[in-house]
């Protein structure tokens, strides 16, 4: 069973949303990369654009731009995504997530590229019943 989180940041209003996703929404965003522009309309934001500019996997490991692919690896870091500074001119091996998303990502980051004619609040809230 494939559920994502989708984290929608607006950066017109400087609010940050999330949305859940069901296991058919979500195999629809498998092979987007991080830098990818995804379409509003395949989780159900007419009109809207979404940057991917992140995530993390289930077991908490982030998504880094520079290695392709969908796996994990340990990867020596000196700065960026991934990589907490402790000492000045210190490195580290961690473990890190490709760029890649798959069945293995939980969360997707995104930022809103282009606005729908509804605002995204009124999208992202369900109708009460």
């Known amino acids: 069973m494939v559920n994502f989180r989708v ?9 940050a949303y ?32 979404l940057l991917v ?7 908490g490991f982030p998504m880094r731009r520079d290695l392709p692919g969908s796996f ?3 990867v020596l870091l000196t700065r960026g995504v991934g990589y907490r500074e402790r000492e000045d001119g210190k490195r580290y ?7 890649t998303i798959s069945e293995a ?7 809103v590229v282009s606005y729908g004619s509804k605002p995204l609040v009124e999208c992202l809230t369900q109708p009460q019943r």
């Open 18 to 49: 999330q949305l859940e996703l069901d296991e058919g929404t979500s195999k629809s965003l498998f092979g987007v990369t991080i830098g990818d522009t995804i379409d509003g309309t395949k989780i159900g934001l007419d009109g809207y654009s």
């Open 105 to 111: 990502i939980s969360q997707i980051n995104t930022k």
């Open 93 to 99: 091996r961690k473990m890190i997530r490709g760029n």
């Open 72 to 74: 994990k690896k340990k």
């Open 53 to 59: 500019t992140g995530g993390t996997d289930r077991n």
């Open 7 to 15: 984290v929608i940041s607006d950066p017109a209003e400087g609010k």
